[in-house]
């Protein structure tokens, strides 16, 4: 027990005033402490932006190209990336408990690339997830697809659980294969997941993106998509971040590039510095050309 403070010299700062400032992300203002500080690990206080690195495709995949072996070519990639997003059997297998960023977990599946993707269901137990000490969890939800009720209640579920446990639901927008991917349809899709309470929203690039993220309340980080050529895939993030995007959320086109950590960097200067594309792809290069003379 400490002992009894005698003195009477107090200093309470009168001419100080108390700070009330507001959380640096839009629509998480009236969030709990705890779920603020997870998003703080997701999004960059300085810049308010964040680059996801998503390597959970094997739970639907496979072994994808890249991803053969995450322990050689995914953990030299973690220093640069602001969160990480992936299953919990990779968590725990092979990437390092040392990992001092935000995780976000993969929480839906079921179906495999020979199924009816829609068909997704909850995968993992909130209790896991609390164990896994994550700053998010993923859900896929089909708006449009085959299960699409079915996915929206599997997000509200999760949104309920996480509120509990005061862990974000970022809600992943899946565009089928018949699907239009435009702004109309965007705009549906982000706007559903928001009013029903996600916390964040991944969603595709499109024309008029710009009107997507107005009427989105919470934050958008863009997916990444198929592989693109290195020049298109910084354009892409660029555009996106200038039409209101938060962040994106990249895999194959950081893993499947021809130099993923020169990549990663490249996105980054995208992101957090507003590079302009061109710019960025000459210090891809410059990254590159270096490691091969090293």
Not at 7 to 36: C, I, M, Q, Y
Not at 256 to 267: F, K, T
Request: charged share 25%.
């Amino acid at each position: 027990m400490p002992e009894k403070d005698d003195k009477d010299a107090k200093n309470f700062h009168l001419d100080v005033p108390t700070p009330n400032e507001p959380f640096f992300l839009r629509g998480s203002n009236s969030l709990d402490w705890g779920l603020k500080n997870r998003l703080a690990k997701i999004f960059n206080p300085e810049s308010g932006r964040t680059v996801m690195l998503a390597i959970d495709h094997g739970y639907f995949q496979g072994p994808t190209t890249g991803l053969e072996r995450v322990d050689v070519n995914i953990v030299p990639l973690l220093p640069y990336s602001d969160t990480l997003m992936c299953t919990r059997g990779i968590l725990r297998s092979t990437i390092p408990p040392s990992y001092g960023k935000g995780v976000v977990l993969r929480m839906s599946g079921g179906p495999s690339i020979l199924k009816e993707l829609s068909n997704e269901r909850l995968a993992v137990d909130i209790e896991d997830a609390v164990r896994l000490n994550v700053a998010a969890m993923a859900v896929q939800v089909f708006v449009g697809g085959e299960y699409e009720t079915q996915s929206v209640h599997n997000m509200t579920r999760l949104v309920d659980a996480g509120l509990k446990h005061g862990i974000a639901t970022l809600a992943v927008t899946a565009v089928g294969r018949d699907m239009v991917r435009d702004a109309k349809y965007m705009r549906l899709a982000c706007r559903m997941c928001a009013e029903l309470g996600a916390t964040y929203v991944k969603t595709y690039y499109c024309d008029d993106f710009d009107t997507v993220a107005a009427s989105c309340p919470v934050p958008i980080v863009i997916a990444g998509g198929k592989k693109l050529e290195e020049r298109e895939a910084l354009t892409m993030a660029h555009n996106a971040i200038q039409s209101g995007a938060l962040g994106v959320d990249m895999g194959r086109n950081i893993f499947q590039s021809e130099n993923p950590q020169a990549m990663i960097q490249a996105v980054r200067k995208v992101v957090h510095e507003g590079e302009q594309p061109d710019r960025a792809y000459d210090y891809f290069l410059t990254l590159k050309n270096e490691k091969k003379s090293a």
